[in-house]
Every structure is written in C-alpha cells, then in structure tokens.
C-alpha cells in the first residue's frame, strides 16, 4: 500500500491546534531541541551529492512516505503501548520513496509538547536499501545517539497535562553523516539544515490519558 509523501495522511497538521498545527510542521524536520521531562529526566564522510534545492528546481523535498504503525486505524492517536506510560516499545516504522543518491537513512522519534521539543529516540547510519525498522528493533547496523534525556534507547514519554504530538521522521541523506555512537541531538543541526536533505514524515496525537487534551 503506497505511502504517501511527507506525512502519511493519518494524521494531518490542520487536525491539530492551530498554534500546535504550525510549529509542529515547522519542526517535523528542522526542529532539534533537547528538553527535560517525564521519566528518566535529569528526564562527511564525504563531500556530499548534490541534489537541486527544492528552491530552486520547484520540487518537493518531502518526498519519503513515512507510517509509523503505533496507532488503531482508523484512529491518529498514539497508543500507550509504545510510551512511557505502557511498553515503551519502539513502534513499526516504515518508508519508501528514497531516491537513488541517498547514501544513508536517519530516523527519529520527537516529541512536540509546546514549549519543549524532545528528541525520543535518534538512530543514524540506516542502509539506504532498508525500508522499515521493525517493531522493538534496533538496527545492528544502526548508530544510535542519545535522546533528550541522555540515554542511548528509545524513550517515548509525553509529559502529563500538556498537548502534544509525536513525530516520527525519515530522513534521506546524499552524504555520509559522520555521526558516532551517542551523540546528541544537537549533532543533527546541520543535517537538518542541509538543503540536499530529502525526508518524510508521519504523526500522532498524544491522548488525554498520556497527557494529551
């Protein structure tokens, strides 16, 4: 079943807040932040391809489809299972559309709970060949770097009484990223900024009972 590009269509940014809608679409890539809540708070290589900037060839950067199965269909809401307040499992996270270039896949789970934005899970040094990480997995050949909490593991833990969503990104890199094992979320800024960069996204709206309203 085809995915559709940027965001998989589950759960559209206009369903969300206003004010929430449009700085989440502002951060479901460029955003990188690290924050401090909910538990476990203290809580190139090579010169890179060059790919046309979206600026200036009039295409769409967000072009990977993205669906992160951690949702009851027909439902976009995030369920326990996969936070803090359940399993904390990592979900099924699948994409397609990498173009050839790509030479590495970066994954990341954040989370949006204004005025934070926590990065939940971060794993770099994906094979462009993959297509999806599987639900509990970690990638043997996957890089992971440390959460907004300062541990090297998944961690979906939206804080209580607040709105939010979770954002789940794929990131299609035409260059090597370099990044070793830990490191922090700061690391990813200037991926972020690259404007060869080619991504995709899905999200979910935490729910009352997570913290959501």
């Known amino acids: 079943m085809p995915i559709a590009p940027g965001g998989s ?27 401090k809540h909910g538990k476990g708070a203290a809580h190139s290589e090579n010169k890179p391809a060059r790919f046309t900037p979206a600026s200036e060839s009039g ?52 989370l949006l709970q204004p005025p934070t934005f926590a990065t939940e899970w971060a794993v770099a040094g994906l094979k462009p ?40 990104t794929v990131l299609g890199l035409p260059f090597k990223s370099g990044l070793k094992p830990g490191f922090p979320p700061s690391a990813l800024a200037p991926i972020l900024a690259n404007e060869t960069l080619i991504w995709g996204y899905d999200n979910l709206s935490v729910p009352k009972e997570l913290g959501g309203s």
């Open 59 to 110: 295409v769409d950067r967000a072009s990977i489809g993205v669906r992160a199965e951690a949702n009851k269909p027909p439902t976009t809401t995030l369920l326990a299972r996969y936070t803090c307040h359940g399993e904390d499992r990592s979900p099924r996270i699948v994409w397609q559309g990498l173009p050839g270039a790509v030479k590495e896949v970066v994954v990341l789970v954040r």
């Open 129 to 168: 060949s993959r297509r999806e990480i599987r639900e509990g997995e970690t990638p043997p050949e996957g890089i992971v770097g440390r959460n907004s909490y300062g541990e090297t593991r998944y961690n979906l833990c939206p804080k209580q009484g607040q709105p939010g969503v979770a954002i789940f």
């Open 9 to 35: 269509g589950k759960g559209p940014w206009g369903a969300l807040p206003g004010a929430l809608a449009a700085l989440g679409a502002a951060l479901a890539v460029f955003g990188c932040g690290a924050a």
